[in-house]
């Protein structure tokens, strides 16, 4: 079955610190999807990225970072400089394929990060 | 395009009663999926909906149901509450629910079972 850990419970920096947040998955298919998610307080989760098993490469957007390397099954999240407005629960899941049609989401425990000014 | 949608947002209920949830998908999505979300199981998996049928199922005993209309609107059911459905309940849309499709969430509905 699919699994994904976030081994981090909480983490606690001071703004315009860098922030990694770390996801190890585990999976038997060789084709599958990653993603990462956040949650801020009011409850809704956010999508910030999806990554397909087949690319490799690292994604930047803005002061998020995405490093996937399938040779550790892991999948971290890198915040520069971080800003208070960063303070949420962030989730990675793995997508996993239900019987022959549709997908369910497999989420980690999530990382609280909370970015103090 | 308006985001996905989830009635009422809060809800206070007691034991024993039902409750039903709804949630209305980003426009043109034809595939919702509901999950639980609780402080100590984290979240899971509850059931997908697509074209108005079922297609998968989470580990939920069945006092938990869901439907789905034609214009993709779907709703949960829970009945006979128990002090353990208190619970963030979070609806999430995609185009298909093909595997890897990206799932939008909506705000989500809190349940306080007394």
């Known amino acids: 079955a699919q699994k994904v850990t976030q081994a981090q419970t909480e983490i606690s920096v001071v703004e315009k610190e860098d922030v990694t947040l770390d996801c190890v998955y585990e999976?038997?298919?060789?084709?599958?999807?990653l993603f990462w998610y956040k949650q801020p307080p009011s409850g809704e989760l956010v999508f910030l990225i999806r990554?397909?098993?087949?690319?490799?490469q690292n994604e930047i957007s803005g002061r998020y970072s995405w490093n996937f390397q399938k040779s550790t099954s892991s999948f971290n999240f890198t915040i520069t400089a971080s800003q208070v407005v960063d303070s949420a629960v962030y989730f990675c899941?793995?997508?996993?394929?239900?019987?022959?049609?549709?997908?369910?989401?497999?989420f980690g425990a999530g990382t609280i990060l909370r970015v103090k000014s | 395009k308006a985001g996905v949608t989830q009635t009422p947002r809060y809800l206070i209920k007691t034991r024993g009663q039902q409750v039903t949830l709804s949630c209305s998908p980003i426009?043109?999505?034809?595939?919702v999926s509901w999950y639980q979300q609780t402080p100590g199981q984290g979240l899971q998996f509850l059931f997908e909906?697509?074209?108005?049928?079922?297609?998968n199922k989470g580990n939920f005993p069945g006092r938990f149901s869901g439907r789905q209309f034609s214009n993709s609107r779907s709703e949960m059911n829970v009945s006979t509450l128990e002090l353990g459905d208190s619970a963030l309940y979070l609806c999430?849309?995609?185009?298909?629910?093909?595997?890897?499709?990206?799932?939008?969430f909506g705000p989500g509905t809190r349940l306080l079972v007394l």
């Open positions: 999976t038997r298919d060789t084709t599958y999807y």
């Open positions: 909906y697509f074209s108005e049928t079922q297609r």
């Open positions: 426009s043109g999505h034809r595939s």
């Open positions: 990554r397909n098993s087949f690319d490799e």
């Open positions: 999430a849309s995609s185009l298909d629910g093909k595997e890897g499709e990206t799932q939008y």
């Open positions: 899941a793995l997508s996993e394929l239900v019987g022959e049609y549709g997908n369910k989401l497999v």
